[in-house]
């Protein structure tokens, strides 16, 4: 096990609010894995990866849960040793590729930056070193990108530059927030192709932040569906999209355009998640379930196993098939 | 067929114009940057080439020719101790013009890098920072500068020193509140997550981009430095005699105003001619940069 978040609560505190972003958050990783975490806006995706890597606000706190990476508990570690984590052991890419690079810094200077901060190299054998990663992610002419500005490459190659830089140490771990989301669909295969062949190479485990289940078809051996900062399902990539258990991921899978008949309209979830303030006593999802009972309003399900004899598949239902 | 001619010609010129910078183009456009700009150029020229436009010494006393009016061998004049005043002019403005410039790229550099560092850290020693700076800018600029410079001692270097002191907050506020804005970009996230250090965000990702509000700054501060310069040098708290200073020499000559005009109002006439230029290429630049303003 590289990373397991253990049953990880974190709450923000704004004027007397207090909002439970994440609740009971249990997500393992294994060495070499790519795991997709799946959610719509708000349902504690990026909260996740921002706690992992110690960079939440302020104003946050968790007041329950554990993750420990590589055996340490990375909650417990302090400014200096969480540095030495950042890019090092965990690597990070952002969503944005347009905004994520140094827009005054040529795009050598900026990977050998992060190179030379976790190798015990010169800054010329960094620099040396940036150009060939570079060329590891397929990027055409590396010395002459190198000595370019963000401003001069196009959105994929940015986004080439970004993992580069994000894998450039190298990390075991890579938190990927939603890499493909601003780029155009044929871009978006060829950049999930090298993220999928960089982690092969290099044993390098993925969290892929998406809220796209193609996405999650097409790279993720393993995937978490969240809601509202829980976990509501989680398997297999095969077990969890053919054979959907949660109302949640059923109206997902649902949702999209791939599946959908020509002529019929998509179907969306109706009504919106819940006020994060006031949790609802009972199941999370129960507001909008086509199917809900009775205790669904009046406990909250925990994290089961679906379907008998299929171990890696969970789910927090009351209908939890169990057969 | 002359017409064609003229009508082809005329296309041809419209094809081989170069695009024209828009800086340029403006400053072009307004007569008072434009004349600022001249004066500013006639004082880099005079400071610059000051031992060959003049063969005089500027300190060397010549007690035979005190007090010679303007002539043609002493153009404005000379001192009570026989200097030539148009060759002790030509070094005061190098003297101006250099304290100018280093006081406030000195206090522009410092004042960037505290201004960054506090908006970056923020929380405790931010507040710190900023209520002392809120001090320094709670005082008169002109009665502070005086108070540091006559407590140091009076000389040059306290004099630069006190204009240093009093110029910082700007800087430090210009800096804090571009930090405050470039601390929420992604890139500079982006360079938390990769492990960089603090030290080095502020300084590679955070000051190279707050640089441009600070840089228009300092084209402002320039002048506004020499006439502090000066005016501390008349107050006696700056520049010594027998420096070449612009302000010390109008302070001892304005005693000799009545019976030797040439004395005090030639330095002074330099000292007016410099702000006003630094004062109209600084309201120039303002208009230019600032969109708002475009008329």
């Known amino acids: 096990m590289l990373l397991e978040i253990k049953e990880l609560t974190v709450e923000f505190t704004s004027m007397q609010d207090k909002i439970k972003a994440l609740k009971n958050v249990s997500i393992s990783i294994n060495q070499g894995e790519i795991v997709g975490i799946v959610g719509e806006s708000g349902s504690g995706k990026s909260v996740t990866a921002l706690t992992i890597l110690g960079l939440l606000e302020k104003n946050a706190s968790i007041p329950a849960g554990s993750i420990t990476y590589k055996g340490r508990n990375i909650l417990t570690l302090d400014k200096k040793e969480l540095q030495a984590l950042r890019g090092k052991?965990?690597?990070?890419?952002?969503?944005?590729?347009?905004?994520a690079l140094h827009p005054t810094m040529r795009i050598g200077d900026q990977l050998a930056e992060?190179?030379?901060?976790?190798?015990?190299?010169?800054?010329?054998?960094?620099?040396?070193?940036?150009?060939?990663?570079?060329?590891?992610?397929?990027?055409?002419?590396p010395e002459l990108v190198a000595r370019k500005y963000p401003f001069e490459l196009s959105g994929g190659m940015r986004q080439r530059v970004v993992i580069a830089l994000a894998m450039s140490a190298p990390p075991d771990l890579l938190i990927a927030d939603e890499p493909t989301t601003a780029l155009d669909v044929t871009i978006q295969h060829e950049i999930l192709k090298l993220m999928q062949d960089l982690a092969a190479k290099r044993g390098t485990s993925i969290m892929l932040i998406t809220h796209d289940l193609g996405v999650v078809a097409e790279v993720c051996q393993r995937v978490v569906v969240m809601y509202a900062g829980e976990v509501v399902e989680t398997g297999t990539t095969e077990e969890v999209l053919h054979r959907p258990n949660h109302p949640y991921t059923k109206a997902l899978i649902g949702a999209l355009p791939d599946l959908a008949v020509p002529g019929q309209a998509l179907s969306a979830i109706p009504g919106e998640?819940?006020?994060?303030?006031?949790?609802?006593?009972?199941?999370?999802?129960?507001?909008?379930?086509?199917?809900?009972?009775?205790?669904?309003?009046?406990?909250?399900?925990?994290?089961?196993?679906?379907?008998?004899?299929?171990?890696?598949?969970?789910?927090?239902?009351?209908?939890?098939?169990?057969e | 067929m002359s017409g064609m001619t003229a009508n082809t010609e005329s296309i041809s010129k419209v094809a081989t114009t170069k695009p024209v910078n828009p800086f340029w183009y403006k400053i072009r456009r307004n007569p008072l940057t434009l004349f600022g700009l001249f004066l500013l150029l006639l004082i880099l020229l005079a400071s610059i080439f000051a031992p060959l436009i003049s063969s005089y010494d500027p300190t060397k006393i010549n007690i035979t020719q005190r007090f010679a009016p303007p002539s043609g061998d002493h153009w404005f004049g000379t001192d009570e101790v026989g200097r030539d005043i148009f060759t002790r002019i030509l070094y005061g403005a190098r003297l101006s013009l250099g304290v100018g410039v280093?006081?406030?790229?000195?206090?522009?550099?410092i004042g960037t890098v505290i201004g960054a560092i506090s908006g970056y850290f923020g929380g405790?020693?931010?507040?710190?920072?900023?209520?002392?700076?809120?001090?320094?800018?709670?005082?008169p600029s002109l009665v502070l500068a005086m108070a540091v410079a006559a407590t140091l001692g009076p000389n040059l270097q306290n004099a630069m020193l006190a204009i240093a002191i009093i110029k910082i907050p700007v800087y430090v506020r210009l800096a804090r509140a571009e930090t405050?804005?470039?601390?929420?970009?992604?890139?500079?996230?982006?360079?938390?997550?990769?492990?960089?250090?603090p030290w080095r965000i502020i300084a590679r990702h955070i000051i190279p981009n707050a640089l441009s509000p600070?840089?228009?700054?300092?084209?402002?501060?320039?002048?506004?430095?020499?006439?502090?310069?000066?005016?501390l040098g008349f107050l006696g708290l700056g520049a010594q005699p027998p420096t070449p200073e612009w302000g010390a020499m109008i302070s001892i000559g304005w005693k000799y105003l009545l019976d030797?005009?040439?004395?005090?109002?030639?330095?002074?006439?330099?000292?007016?001619?410099?702000?006003?230029?630094?004062n109209l290429i600084g309201d120039g630049i303002r208009d230019i940069l600032d969109p708002k303003a475009n008329r």
């Open chain 2, 180 to 197: 405050l804005a470039l601390r929420e970009k992604l890139f500079v996230k982006a360079a938390v997550t990769f492990g960089i250090k």
């Open chain 1, 273 to 322: 998640s819940p006020d994060l303030r006031n949790r609802p006593r009972g199941c999370v999802f129960a507001s909008r379930c086509a199917d809900s009972l009775p205790i669904c309003v009046e406990e909250s399900p925990v994290l089961e196993q679906a379907y008998n004899g299929v171990h890696t598949h969970q789910v927090a239902c009351w209908r939890r098939e169990a």
């Open chain 1, 89 to 99: 052991e965990i690597g990070m890419v952002f969503q944005e590729p347009m905004t």
């Open chain 2, 214 to 231: 600070v840089v228009i700054q300092v084209t402002l501060d320039i002048g506004d430095a020499i006439l502090l310069v000066a005016t």
């Open chain 1, 114 to 141: 992060v190179i030379h901060r976790h190798r015990r190299i010169s800054y010329r054998e960094a620099y040396q070193q940036a150009v060939i990663s570079l060329a590891e992610v397929q990027i055409n002419d």
């Open chain 2, 260 to 278: 030797y005009w040439w004395y005090p109002t030639f330095p002074g006439l330099a000292l007016f001619l410099a702000s006003c230029g630094f």
């Open chain 2, 102 to 109: 280093a006081v406030v790229f000195g206090a522009g550099l």
């Open chain 2, 124 to 139: 405790k020693l931010d507040q710190i920072i900023m209520r002392l700076m809120d001090i320094v800018l709670a005082f």
